[in-house]
Structures are given as C-alpha cells and as structure tokens.
C-alpha cells in the first residue's frame, strides 16, 4: 500500500510533517474511492433524500424510516403528513462486494451479507429481510457458473446461519460482466424511536468498546483493493484483501447487540467494515466533531505480533465498536461473554485529535497516529473527472428475423429471463415468520405486524403494514443507454411493488461503474446517476442512502453502468394478488394490460429479444415512460393490484409481455393472446402490468389516466397461445417450464 503523492503532499501540509506509516495507511484507505466516494460524491448531490418518513438519511451506517400507521399505508408518500406516521422504524441499507467476490465468490459474497447486516444493527435494528442482486458473465461460460455457484452458496450459507430471510433480489448475465462480477446486497432492519442508535460519538470521557471476533490478518488493504481494477492475476496477489467471515459469530453478535440496545448501553456505533478499526473509529468521532485515543494493544487479536498498521486496517469480520458510558463498560463486557465474544475497551472519546498509541511487546507505547479526525475522515479532495455520452450500438435487426416460435422460446429460456429457482431455493425465506410474499414473484411482501393495533403485535392481525420490497437493474437497457434506462429501473422496481398493492416509500441504491478515469465509462456513470436520480423524484421516492462501487474493470473492459435500485413500500394488508393465473375463475375473468404506453406504441431498444436474435435497436433510445405523472402512474397501479376483483398481477419487464404471460400460466390455467405486431410481444416498455380481473370496469376506474388494452382470455388447458398476424405460438405449461428450467437444468 502507498499514498499517492499528491495526498501525500496535502498530508504532510495538513500535518506540518511526514506521516507515520500508519497515517499514510489511514489515508490511503479512508481517502481512496471506496471510502471517500472521490469521483461520484460531486454526483451525488442530483437525489432528493427528504420526506417525513424520512428519520436518518444518507451518511450514516443505515437509513432509518417511519413506518406509516396501516390507514395510510395505501396512501402515496407524497399525500402523507407526519402525523401518519408511526413510531415504528425500518432501516434500510445496500452495499457492493463486487472485487471480493471475483477473487473468492463463496467469501466474497458472505462477508458482503456480514457488512450489511452490521450496518443494520450499528442503527439498533434487528435485521429482517436480505435482497441480492447478482450480474455475472454469459451463462454459458465455465468462469461464470463458477463464480455464479459460488456467490449464491456463499450467500445462502451466511444469510441462512445468522437466521435472516433472504427474501428477493435479482440475477442478470451479460457479457460486460466476464472479467468483474457485481454482488450488490440491501438488508432491511426493524426498530423503533426508542431504540434508535446512530454513528455520530456523543461525549469525550466515553469510552470505545470493540465486540465481536478477534482481529486477524485477513482483509488488509479491502478499502484500496475494492479502488483499483481487477488485474489479470487478481485471483492469487489479491486473495489476502478478500475477509473470511463466521456466520456462528455473526449470528451470536446480532443477539448481543439486540441485549445492548434492550438495556441502552450503546450511545453510539459502528460496524467495522471497510479501513477496519481505523475506519470505523475515526468516522464515529468524526460524525460528532470529536477526537479519540487508542491504545492499539488492547485489541482482543487471534493472531501473535500484529503491527499497528496491521491492527487498523485488518477487515476481520463480526466485529462492532460501541461508544459506551464508563459506568457501563462491566455490563456490555459481561453480555458479550454470555454471547461468547469477545471485548476490549481499547480507548475513548476526546475532544482532541484522533490518537493511536502502540508498543506491541516494547516497554513503552508511542504515538502512531495523531491526526484530526474529521480531516481523515472527511478531507480527501474530490476528483474532476472528465466525461464524454458513450457510444451506443448501431446494429441492425437480423434479417430474417427469426419466427415468432423461435423467438418466444429463446427469450423465455435466456438465462436472465429464466426461473431464478435454482437460487432463491437455497436461501432460508422463510426464516422468522415475516415473509407474507416468497422469492419468485415481483416482490416480496414481509408481514410488519408490530404496527397493528396495541395488544395485537404477536397475534398476525392482517391489518399491520406489509411492507413490500424490490431490487435490480437491467444491464441491457443501461448499456444502450445509460440515462433512459436508469429511469426505467426505477420504474420498474416500483411497478413491482405495485404488482402487490404496495406504494413506495423510500430508496437505497448501489451505483456500479467502470474506471471513472476513462471519460465515456464516467460519461456512462453520469447518465445513471442522473437518470435515477430524476426518475425517483417524478417517482415521490427519496433515495436514503447507498453505495459507489467503481473500477469495475478489468482485462475484459468496464461493466456495463448498472443502478441497482433497492425500493421498498406499504400496504394495508399482508395478502397481495400473486402472479399466477387462477384457473377457478378463468370462465368470467379477462387479461389486462395496464400501465404506461399502448401496447403498439414501444421500441425494442435494449430488449432481451434483441439480445437472444443478435441484433441492436434500430431507435436510438429505449422506449421512455412519460417524465410527469410516474408517482400517479404508480398509484394507479397499486389501487388496481388491491382491488377484490384483481384475481392476479405480473409485471412486464425484462423479455416483454411474452415472458410475462409464460410465467402467469400454471398446469391448469393458460393464456389466450393476440397482439398487433411483435414489437407489442417483446418491448420492455415499464410502468405496466397484466391483471387478470374479474371486473374491468373496476380497473378502468382505478387505473385513471393509465392505458388500459384487453389482451385475451384466461384458459383452463394449461397453455400459452400467442398470436401476431398470421404467426402463432403454442407453449402448455410442461414446456414453459422445460424452457424456464434452463439455470437448474444446468447446474442440477
């Protein structure tokens, strides 16, 4: 590890000296990209973060969010007071271990699960739902089922030993991702106004407490790694930057801290994550314009004759530090023995500079660190970056283009498209009695019953807020082109809320991009920002919170720009409309379509159509939904989804209309469909949903300034037929499920 010298430059100025080793560490990690943010912050500044709803907004471990009471769960955020709100809390937070997941999936992708489900309890939350969003190479090469394999058992394994659900996420395969994988992981947590807790160190004499594992070696230099592209040799030189995590540990330091907060001994806190202690400490006295002193060799260790660098930096797992009053330092040191952690006082809060003293095995300590804290945490200069529109592809489609059968049965079957069952089967989403809508569907549905009515918080009283949560991109649509299809991801995620009745309430992202040194990938990293940005504005969604992971490049070139977007909203209500057809009632039931566009009127732009026929739009941008109108769009939505006559919703998104009907149909109920051109069956156009309903006339009322287009017929044979003009196809649900089978079919 190195700084570089023009930090070193401003180091010595600031400090009027060399730094020590150490310093110079402190500042490399803490001021790389990772840390610091230094080419997205000055983006950043383009999302809106303000509502009543919202308690803690970005800067802190989580975000933390008012529940709505139950009679205004419905109710868009934008038409609610602060008087709707309850006293009941969600946190909700996302984070990227994209790096360490290339160079040790099983461990890179289960400590990313640790990280997030920390900075969830460094808010007093108790974690209550894990969505991951996945994107890796084409599915046919060998490197990427591997790295695919491993990232979802790594995953699986930690999520399911610490005892929380894994309840959605996404998964996406593209050639842009071969040499750099994304894991992208959102936890939501669930507290209340009494238990809250944040990072920001409240008083000097306090004293900083470190609960959890030992320190170790493993994770040194996470921060600069996770700053730098892949290399070609990644794989062996960077495997010591990778942590390795304990879920055993992890699981028995969530009950700890849950003790903790229980008796109120933590004033502050803070998961140690990224720049390990270093990082962790100076930021929490930071936040509170304070200093601190540490004495280095009070650090509980699992591993003999650790350098003082080694002491800070170390990115060893399960680890929190707590701000703690002095008379209650014997009784957070007697919980964590009875979790059987460990616990060091290793110094407190100043009103000082940021000191760290070390022997380690001389006679007398000496100064190692002495620094200003908010300068170490805060000072690094942000960079001015130049950008450029990247180009966008300028192919035409292939001529002849394949018959409609052809088509229908490769997008059904792309491996993006297909059944994600093979995942979300490994995963425990069931885990805590909460989880009202299962992997599968648009969205998963958790029960919140702690805000039905006094004396009901244990009984299930179906009148608590469900509360409904979503999460992915689309590399297809941000590759063509970055701005339109950023905005389309968020239309999409909150389509998926309101395919089960739920309005938004807040968002979280996880912005990943290339090397931001090259202009057009910074140009490309822009156009997301921007586009997200501007989409959840029209959206009444503010964006709480979130991650930047760039450098994702390597020998194989730059990622597509990606935007994960992880929303989550409210309903009255935990029951939600599922996207399945109901064969029981197929004789007086019709097939909708409603939402944005006509159902003739979209491009293929960016489509997987597009993508399985080899071929490119031949319009310049994806098909955007109307820049007014989006949160009433979605509303709209939402009110049809919880109408009793809704007997079935689905989202149209990744694959068009034509995958959105294959996976309605079940072994008893089909779908009878007619559409004007083949644009109508494979556009991606979102902010639209097929409803099977039984009163279509509710749903023209409901759906307001929204398009409403009859599609067909619900059947009881089990079968898709889809015509366009004078070509057809026909697909019973055996076959549908051959062809969605493609993932588990592989990999079995």
Known sequence: MSLSEPDHELVVAELGREPTAAEAALFENLWSEHCAYRSSRPLLSA????????????????AVLALPEPDAADVPAADRDADDYSDQYVTFGVESHNHPSFVDPFDGAATGVGGIVRDTMSMGAYPIALLDSLYFGGFDRERSRYLFEGVVEGISHYGNCIGVPTVGGSVAFHGGYEGNPLVNVACVGLTNEDRLVTATAQEPGNKLVLVGNGTGRDGLGGASFASEDLAEDAETEDRPAVQVGDPYAEKRLIECNEALVDEDLVRSARDLGAAGLGGASSEL????????????????QREPNMNA????LAESQERMCYEVAPEDVDRVAALAERFDLGCSVIGEVTDGNYVCEFAGGDEESEVVVDVDAE??????????????TPA??????????????????????????????????????????RTA??????????????????????????????????????????EAAP??????????????????????????????????????????????????ADACADLDTPVVGGNVSLYNDSVEGPIPPTPTLALIGTRKGYDAPPAALDADRASDSELLL??????????????????????????????DAETDGLADLVASLAAVARLESTLATHDVSDGGLAVALAELVTDDAGADVTLPDRVAAFEETPGRLVVQTTDPEAVAERAGDAPVLRLGDVTTDGTLSLSVGDDGVALDADALRELRGVIERELA
Request: net charge negative; with cysteine.
């Open 47 to 62: 999302f809106e973060s303000e509502g009543d709803q919202v308690v803690v907004g970005p800067g802190d471990d989580a």
């Open 285 to 300: 006295v930071a936040k509170g314009g304070l200093g601190a002193r540490l004495d280095l060799d009070s650090v509980h």
């Open 309 to 312: 660098m080694e002491i800070l």
């Open 375 to 388: 300068y170490l945490a805060d000072g690094a200069p942000m960079n001015d970056l130049p950008s450029e």
């Open 392 to 433: 966008r592809p300028d192919r035409a489609l292939p001529d002849p283009e394949p018959s409609l059968e052809e088509a229908v049965e490769s997008v059904v079957a792309a491996p993006s498209t297909a059944s994600k069952r093979w995942v979300y089967r490994q995963y425990d989403h069931e885990v805590g009695v």
């Open 437 to 478: 809508m299962k992997p599968g569907d648009d969205a998963a549905v958790m029960a919140i019953r702690e805000t039905a009515g006094d004396g009901d918080a244990d009984g299930g009283d179906p009148e608590g807020v469900g509360l409904a949560l979503s999460s992915g991109a689309n590399p297809n649509w941000t």
């Open 483 to 532: 701005y339109e299809g950023a905005r389309a991801v968020a239309l999409e995620n909150a389509t998926n809320l309101a395919a089960k009745g739920a309005v938004p309430l807040a968002a979280v992202d996880c912005l990943n991009g290339g090397n931001p040194e090259k202009p057009a990938v910074y140009g490309g990293f822009k156009g997301i920002v921007d586009g997200l």
């Open 594 to 623: 409603v939402g944005a566009g006509d159902a003739d009127g979209g491009a293929l732009g960016g489509s997987e159509y597009l993508a399985q026929a080899g071929g490119s739009d031949r319009f310049p941008t994806l098909p």
